[in-house]
């Protein structure tokens, strides 16, 4: 998609589609509806009248040849409700727009802006909006959506240039979301073509494209290094494991502090031995999205430049089942030392994060954030709406949740607490696999926080928020990339950034 401002008094823009939009409860058109002359009001205002146009959120209303204007077309998007109206909001309004377009077969289109100088979060919400909503999961249809694809968005100022901040929020917006359908692409992969090999080979290829350093250690090196959680869930599988290290060191950031991203890369859960029902198996194939997600914040850092340290950890493996696989009733020693009684061989997530957080430590992260598709609980508490959030550091629990309502993704944070310890104890080793159903979430939660020893820690439960199960206005169905836009928010807000 093709980005460019275009500064011009609005009515003298010649375009195919100019699109605007309108809220819900105003008595006269608001919105930049407002910014039109006054001929195309009239006539808005009188589709108002007789309800034609309400500005109910994602109402698209398209107008041919509109009085006054030099543009083909005119588009009205509903805005929903004036006091409601956020950057949030406005992501998805331009977002419905953009699919409401490619629909019916258009190609292009100029966005105006809220006002001759726009803020950079509105540019930027704007952009993000539409290349998120130009966006369809379909690679391996023969007849593609691609074709319906959106080529050019101009973003209309008015009468004045751009803003320095305007033309920094488009920057901003094209990299975050080109970095979240990255991680969207890479999450839609069927396991047989998303290996942990070729999900190292993605990592590699995207670090060497945006100049970040990059590592993958195989099997001996895993072994080697005593990750006996992680070789314990990677033994069962053909397909060998990978841990993938991702390392941003920009030359202007302070020593500390040293961020650890961590995320689950299991590229097919089967459960193992205690396998999982055949039902809805094959959505397992989106079990490594905390990993990709983080190759994806890594991606849009890389050009965003934040000046702070960064290094992500990705454990890869499938979770099989074979003469091989390990079994309920193992022990296994984690790197860190401590040991760990399998009930149950489903529950591997929290294993292969385990040995990563130790191995993060090891290599000097002093903040440790991880991410994972990890409890089914969490979307039963949830849902597929709002991403679960832990963690023994209420200071960056806080950063992440304002960083999250910038990025407007939702979080809502679960509590942490010693009681619930007792779950996950075991009879013969330090600690058990499984707490039990009840607070499933918080118990794996605190499994994973046990290995993430004094180093301050959040944990980001996405087994819900990873996919969106039906079509929206704005989104397509399928893999959503969340919460890619909090952590670039956070480390932008930490650190600033280009
Ligand atoms: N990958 C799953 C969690 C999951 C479920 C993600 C549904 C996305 C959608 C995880 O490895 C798992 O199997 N968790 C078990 C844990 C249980 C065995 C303690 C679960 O949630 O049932
Ligand atoms: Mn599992
Ligand atoms: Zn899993």
């Given amino acids: 998609m093709k980005l460019e401002f275009l500064s011009a008094p609005l009515a003298q823009l010649s375009t195919p589609i ?104 509105s540019v930027q919400a704007v952009v993000e909006g539409a290349i998120l909503a130009d966006y369809d999961a379909d690679r391996y249809r023969t007849e593609r959506e691609a074709e319906r694809r959106i080529d050019r968005l101009g973003l209309a100022t008015g009468d004045a240039a751009p803003s320095e901040a305007a033309r920094a929020g488009l920057e901003r917006g094209r990299i975050i979301a080109e970095a979240q359908n990255f991680v969207r692409d890479l999450v839609n992969e069927p396991s047989n073509c998303m290996t942990p090999t070729i999900l190292a080979e993605q990592a590699a290829a995207m670090a060497k494209r945006f100049g970040l350093d990059c590592q993958i250690l195989g099997p001996d090196e895993i072994r080697e290094l005593k990750m006996g959680a992680f070789w314990g869930v990677a033994q069962g599988s053909e397909e060998p494991p990978r841990l993938i290290v991702v390392r941003y060191t920009p030359a202007d950031a302070p020593p500390a502090p040293v961020i650890g991203l961590v995320g689950k890369g299991i590229t097919f859960d089967t459960g193992g031995i205690s396998i999982k029902p055949s039902e809805n198996m094959h959505e397992m194939k989106t079990d490594m999205a905390g990993g990709a997600m983080m190759l994806g914040v890594m991606q849009a850092i890389a050009q965003l430049k934040p000046r702070v340290r960064v290094i992500a950890v990705v454990p890869a493996t499938e979770n099989m089942l074979s003469g091989n696989a390990y079994k309920p009733g193992d022990v296994l020693t984690s790197m860190s030392g401590k040991t760990i009684e399998i009930l149950n061989t489903d529950a591997e997530g929290r294993l292969v994060l385990a040995d990563a957080l130790t191995y993060a430590q090891q290599l000097g992260c002093t903040v440790l954030i991880d991410a994972a598709t990890l409890t089914g609980a969490v979307m039963i508490a949830l849902g597929h709406i709002t991403t679960g959030v832990f963690g023994s550091s209420q200071e960056w629990v806080d950063r992440v949740l304002k960083s999250a309502a910038e990025a407007g993704e939702k979080m809502w944070q679960m509590p942490v607490d010693d009681d619930y310890r007792e779950q996950y104890k075991s009879l013969i080793a330090d600690l058990a696999n499984t707490g039990g159903r009840y607070g499933g979430a918080i118990t794996a939660a605190m499994f994973v926080g046990e290995f993430a020893g004094n180093t301050p820690w959040v944990h980001l439960d996405i087994a819900g928020t990873r996919w969106s199960n039906d079509e929206k206005p704005f989104l397509a169905k399928g893999p959503t990339g969340a919460p890619l836009r909090t952590l670039v928010q956070l480390l932008l807000s930490h650190a600033g950034g280009e």
Avoid at 89 to 116: I, K, N
């Fill in 18 to 121: 100019l699109v605007v939009y309108s809220f819900e409860d105003a008595a006269a058109a608001s919105g930049t509806v407002e910014r039109l002359p006054a001929d195309v009001r009239a006539l808005l205002g009188e589709l108002q009248t007789n309800r034609e146009l309400t500005g109910k959120s994602f109402e698209c209303t398209l107008l041919h040849r509109p009085a006054g204007l030099a543009a083909q077309r005119l588009l009205v998007v509903g805005a929903g409700k004036k006091q409601k109206f956020n950057d949030a909001q406005l992501r998805r309004v331009a977002g419905a727009a953009v699919r409401y377009l490619r629909g019916r077969g258009l190609h292009e289109l100029t966005w105006v802006l809220e006002s001759d100088d726009a803020r950079l979060e």
